[in-house]
Each structure stands twice: as structure tokens, then as C-alpha cells.
């Protein structure tokens, strides 16, 4: 995507978001590719719907997902004028806690999923992960991709399937129990699936 164009809230090698080999972009440096924002998620989300509505561009933002609450004003005009911009918020789990409190996203998703015209994709694998993306470029909005920050397993019948929104990943006959999950969770549903039929259930 020779258009794509972005940053982070100063935390490029932790969101994994910096464009290798694009260079970054400054003062005589325009034709570059990555963004240094800065710690400012809420002017950082307000250049970007500058970006998106200038036409021509596909740009996205990160930061922690934690912090997704100070760019929040910023990520409702984009919903409300639907520019496309792409927010990256990554470090989204339960296993999240070294930093404490204060980096434990407990009550975003929920908020996030509420703002109406916002696509949020919650990814089980890196398979749903990409499937997020071609969502992100071909939907007339902004998305937000609610990352994990550990490693997780891939799944055999994951990836475009997560563009309808929600599907069967492991399906059992005569099953007596529904366990739903999204993101990092869904190995734990997937672990938890298993030892359940280990015990006949």
C-alpha cells in the first residue's frame, strides 16, 4: 500500500506499528511513511482524520489499547463523519498486568464496541488479524484492532470466517454448553473446550 501512511503514540516498538524501510516523516522528509506523534493519542487521532478526510491516503494510529479512553473524542468524529482511519491498539488481555492498573484495559472493549459506525475486530490468530485489516481497508469508517500482546495459537478454521463477525470454531455434536470468546480468550475457550470433553461434557 504505497498510500499508507502512520504513526504511534511514541510506541512504535511496542505496537509493532513502524513501517519498515519507509523512514520517518519531518521537515523535508515528506515523501516518508511513519509518523512520530508522540505521547498525544488525541492529537494523534485527530491528525489522522485529517489524513483520511484529504482523500488519497489510508492512515491508522496506535497506541495501548488502555489508553484508547484519551483519544476517544477524536475516534467518535471519525465514526461520525465515517473516515476510514485505522486504530491500532495493541497489549489487550487478561495476561496484560506487569504495569498494573493503570495498563489493564478492563471496561474498553465494551465502550468501544458501543460508539456507533466503529468496525472493532478483537483477533484470535494472526489469520482473524489479517482478516481485520482487508475489513479496515474496504469499510467506510474507522476500525479498531484490538491487539493482544502474547503469543497465541492459529487455528485451523480461522481467518475470513471472522468477517462475518462470529463464528463456530470448534463445533460439537449434541453440545450442552456454548463457550464464546474473542481475542486472546479464545484459546482459553478452546483449552477449556477440551478439558470439559475430557470429562464427557
Partial sequence: LPNLIGGSADLAPSTKTELKGKGWFAAGAYENANIHYGVREFAMAAAANGLALHGGLRTFCSTFFVFSDYLKGALRLSAL??????????????????????????????????????????????????????????????????????????????????????????????????????????????DAQKALKEKGI
Avoid at 83 to 102: C, F, K, N, Q, R
Avoid at 111 to 122: G, Y
Fill in 81 to 190: 463523519m465515517k473516515a476510514p482511519v485505522m486504530y491500532v491498539l495493541t497489549h489487550d488481555s487478561i495476561g496484560v498486568g506487569e504495569d498494573g492498573p493503570t495498563h489493564e484495559p478492563i471496561e474498553h472493549l465494551a465502550a468501544l464496541r458501543a460508539v456507533p459506525n466503529v468496525c472493532v475486530f478483537r483477533p484470535a490468530d494472526g489469520k482473524e488479524t489479517a482478516a481485520g485489516y482487508l475489513s479496515a481497508l474496504t469499510y467506510e469508517g474507522p476500525t479498531c484492532m484490538v491487539l493482544s500482546r502474547q503469543n497465541l495459537p492459529t487455528y485451523e478454521k480461522s481467518g475470513p470466517e471472522a468477517l462475518k463477525g462470529g463464528y463456530i470454531l470448534v463445533d460439537e455434536a449434541d453440545a450442552k454448553l456454548i463457550l464464546i470468546a474473542t481475542g486472546s480468550e479464545v484459546a482459553l475457550a478452546v
